[in-house]
């Protein structure tokens, strides 16, 4: 499989600041990684691809302008909620496909809370 | 696009017995089948998948099943343990539009003493 970390594993901040979220893949070069949210008993939902050296794709409902994706090399994406709210709380997981080409590995994700 | 529904929403067993999880999905051209284990607060780990040219594969106690013409497949642990509790997700994609795995809402295991 890949080996993929995530930074911070749990963040508390205020309403109307911005966090920023770190994904490396620490075994392999990723050309794609993905952005996916959880909320609390939910199953995973993709927000976003991230194409390293190109703009994310979104999925359909996801603001471009409040998640920032940048992936600005193969080893590293970064997720960044912008003037974060309450229901912005979610438990945010990234994934890196594997080297077969399809499969996903994700990493430990990071529970956010705003208050 | 893909639609992926998940059956049961949650499983009691007792330790020892089988558990089985279905799936069903909508898009014919999907062609790659994973499972995810995600113990509460963790990350999900993939721990079989199945592609289209393959009926079946098994994994010490764990199978996993695909039935093409109806659509669906299922995952299927034998001789449960108290390790096994967790919440199991299925997916779906195409091999070739990398990425984008539909999961299904999750089923929750309970194995007990």
């Known amino acids: 499989g890949a080996v993929v970390s995530q930074h911070p594993s749990r963040v508390i901040c205020k309403s109307g600041t911005s966090v920023k979220i770190e994904c490396r893949s620490l075994?392999?070069?990723?050309?794609?990684m993905f952005w996916y949210r959880q909320f609390p008993k939910k199953s995973l939902m993709l927000m976003a691809t991230s194409n390293e050296g190109s703009k994310a794709t979104y999925e359909q409902g996801v603001e471009k302008d409040k998640f920032l994706i940048n992936h600005a090399s193969l080893t590293l994406s970064t997720l960044t909620v912008t003037s974060a709210h309450p229901e912005d709380s979610s438990f945010y997981i990234c994934?890196?496909?594997?080297?077969?080409?399809?499969?996903?590995?994700f990493g430990p994700g990071t529970r956010l809370t705003v208050t | 696009g893909e639609n992926v529904e998940q059956h049961p929403s949650t499983l009691s067993v007792q330790e020892g017995d089988s558990a089985v999880i279905k799936c069903t999905y909508s898009?014919?051209?999907?062609?790659?089948f994973p499972w995810y284990k995600q113990e509460l607060g963790k990350r999900p780990q993939l721990i079989i998948d199945i592609r289209s040219n393959v009926g079946e594969k098994k994994d010490q106690r764990i199978a996993v099943t695909l039935n093409k013409t109806a659509k669906h497949f299922s995952l299927h642990i034998t001789e449960t343990q108290p390790e096994d509790s967790a919440v199991y997700f299925c997916a779906a994609t195409q091999t070739d539009s990398w990425g984008k795995l539909q999961f299904g809402a999750g089923t929750q295991v309970v194995v007990t003493p």
């Open positions: 075994d392999f070069q990723a050309t794609t």
């Open positions: 898009d014919s051209a999907s062609n790659y």
């Open positions: 994934s890196v496909g594997g080297r077969g080409g399809y499969e996903q590995y």
